[in-house]
């Protein structure tokens, strides 16, 4: 790409009005809102990985002004925006304030409208577009699937290497798919223990139901446990995390209100999932000026928590078993950077005798995973995934604890690459075993 370094002085702010070809006003007062200081640059895990300016925040921000002013997308400029993980570790570091999640998620809404893709690009997109946000799509994959990891192919499928000169990201969905046991199905409803304290709907998730489903049964034995009477629609869908940060606008709206629709009598609406969590609080932006939607988009995301932010304000109630385990407690981005939920999960861990939690080095760089960055930027993803398994490993812990399906895959992929024997588990499933008196067993034994 060689388009200039836009310097810590330019481009200049947008004028009022400027941006006629792209986004409009929102988006010419979004990016006048970036003063180009450079505090974004360190937290990038772009930058961090390659120092160019334009695989940067700030260099993201210069391209969306050209295009803003008129220059056409290029190939060059929209590799600059795809490259991007969507971490938001830029918005929690800009002191200025600047909505680069708002800016880079209309950047690739513009690059899907009038950017064609090459055919090979087009069909990866495809296939992981048409599988992953369907539930019942992934389960009939999830027999075969399970029957190949069964069958020993697995390392004579990777050492030969055919996977990667096909397409890299079918390699990378191989690699990435944890290892698959029984999938039992859980109640629509599960009562509370004791007296009621609150009553909650729980999303499922696509991934986490059909690739995690003993999260999901943990979860709905934890909020079970401290009281909750828990419902679990059978009608629920994708919420549309992964359309909505690929810039795929009417399919996230169309996910977006089924799921709305889905959860709109429902007190409050418990998320295990920290992508999906994420997507369901901005789903006020994404219908917003949509009069029949706007409204109940707002309520719906008023109303959505993350579960340890949910059991945080709920407080506990049960009773915490000792669990002598050392854990690393990874912090996933849209958990951390879009929701702001750090602590929450740390006092929760902390609430358990015997637990000892270690924080892990860079804390703020993305793991790689990034919803579906793992599969369409699979070099880079590999690279960061790598960085993330090493200070892993150097807490010494014996359990990763990560909130979010992606995180666990990608983490789980390169500690397996290291020959790091660390199990991993989901915050829910060390509640579950601390309030359950499993002992330490339960999660170290588990395989990762």
């Not at 120092?51 to 997308?73: C, F, T, V, W, Y």
């Not at 075969?144 to 020993?152: E, W």
């Not at 909505?244 to 609406?269: C, L, P, Q, Y």
């Not at 760089?365 to 369409?376: D, F, K, P, Q, V």
Request: aromatic share 4%.
């Amino acid at each position: 790409m060689n388009t200039p370094s836009p310097g810590p002085h330019s481009p200049e702010p947008p004028a009022p009005g400027s941006a006629e070809l792209f986004g409009g006003q929102e988006f010419a007062n979004l990016l006048g809102d970036c003063v180009h200081c450079g505090f974004c640059l360190p937290t990038c895990p772009t930058y961090v990985l390659w120092g160019e300016e334009m695989d940067s925040p700030r260099g993201r921000i210069h391209l969306m002004d050209q295009h803003a002013k008129g220059e056409p997308l290029s190939g060059p400029m929209v590799e600059h925006f795809d490259r991007c993980l969507g971490c938001m570790a830029c918005v929690t570091s800009c002191p200025s304030g600047v909505q680069y999640d708002r800016l880079i998620e209309m950047t690739r809404a513009e690059v899907e409208r009038g950017h064609p893709r090459p055919l090979r690009e087009r069909a990866v997109r495809e296939l992981v577009f048409r599988l992953f946000p369907y539930r019942r799509r992934l389960r009939a994959l999830r027999g075969p699937l399970r029957a190949y990891q069964r069958s020993g192919l697995e390392g004579a499928v990777r050492r030969s290497g055919l996977l990667e000169r096909i397409s890299p990201s079918l390699a990378a969905m191989e690699r990435l798919a944890p290892p698959l046991g029984r999938a039992p199905r859980l109640p629509e409803r599960v009562a509370a223990r004791g007296d009621r304290r609150a009553t909650v709907g729980m999303l499922a998730g696509c991934v986490q139901g059909e690739f995690f489903p003993d999260v999901n049964a943990a979860t709905a034995r934890v909020l079970a446990m401290e009281g909750c009477d828990v419902a679990i629609p059978r009608a629920q869908g994708c919420c549309g995390a992964l359309s909505m940060h690929a810039g795929r606008e009417d399919e996230a709206r169309a996910f977006a209100k089924r799921t709305i629709e889905t959860f709109e009598s429902t007190d409050v609406v418990v998320v295990n999932s920290a992508g999906c969590g994420s997507s369901m609080k901005e789903y006020r932006a994404l219908l917003g000026g949509d009069p029949a939607w706007e409204r109940r988009a707002d309520a719906l995301s008023e109303r959505t928590r993350d579960l340890a932010e949910f059991l945080a304000e709920l407080g506990p109630r049960a009773e915490r078993r000792p669990l002598p385990v050392t854990v690393a407690y990874h912090d996933a981005c849209h958990l951390s950077h879009a929701q702001g939920v750090r602590s929450q999960p740390r006092a929760l861990l902390a609430g358990i005798p015997g637990l000892d939690v270690r924080e892990i080095t860079d804390p703020d760089i993305c793991c790689g995973s990034a919803g579906t960055y793992n599969l369409l930027q699979p070099e880079a993803a590999a690279e960061l995934g790598d960085r993330k398994a090493a200070n892993v490993a150097a807490t010494g812990a014996e359990l990763l604890v990560a909130a979010n399906p992606g995180c666990t895959m990608q983490i789980a992929g390169a500690l397996r690459r290291r020959g790091a024997g660390i199990a991993i588990a989901h915050t829910a499933q060390v509640l579950d075993a601390s309030l359950r008196g499993l002992g330490r067993d339960a999660l170290i034994g588990r395989s990762s």
